[in-house]
């Protein structure tokens, strides 16, 4: 797996396509990584004990790798250019 944790990703399919995150855990048998702020799930919890609060969460699900492609520096900050050419 070329993706490791710390890099910066863009989504490339599914309901979170094209956003970017940071990949905070990779999952090598499985071909999958967590990525920061994508595929947010609710987790529904009930408190263990007296002073452990349960409710609804919302934690990073993992997404498959092919799904996501690295990104760099450069491909960051560049925008889509017109090839049209302004009429005079």
Same mark, same amino acid.
């Given at each position: 797996?070329?993706? &490791?944790?710390?890099? +910066?990703?863009?989504?490339?399919?599914?309901? *979170?396509?094209?956003k970017?995150?940071? !990949?905070?855990?990779?999952?090598?048998?499985?071909?999958?990584?967590?990525?920061?702020?994508i595929?947010?799930?609710?987790?529904h919890t &009930?408190?263990?004990? +007296?002073?452990?609060?349960?409710?609804?969460? *919302?934690?990073?699900?993992?997404?498959? !790798?092919?799904?996501v492609?690295?990104?760099d520096?450069?491909?960051?900050?560049?925008?889509?250019?017109?090839?049209?050419?302004a009429? &005079?």
């Open positions: 797996m070329r993706i &490791k944790v710390n890099d +910066n990703v863009r989504v490339l399919t599914g309901k *979170d396509k094209g970017t995150g940071k !990949v905070i855990k990779t999952l090598a048998k499985e071909q999958k990584v967590v990525v920061e702020g595929n947010i799930s609710k987790r &009930k408190p263990r004990t +007296n002073n452990d609060n349960g409710g609804i969460f *919302d934690i990073e699900m993992p997404i498959h !790798v092919s799904n492609k690295l990104v520096k450069k491909e960051e900050k560049s925008t889509k250019k017109s090839t049209k050419k009429s &005079k």
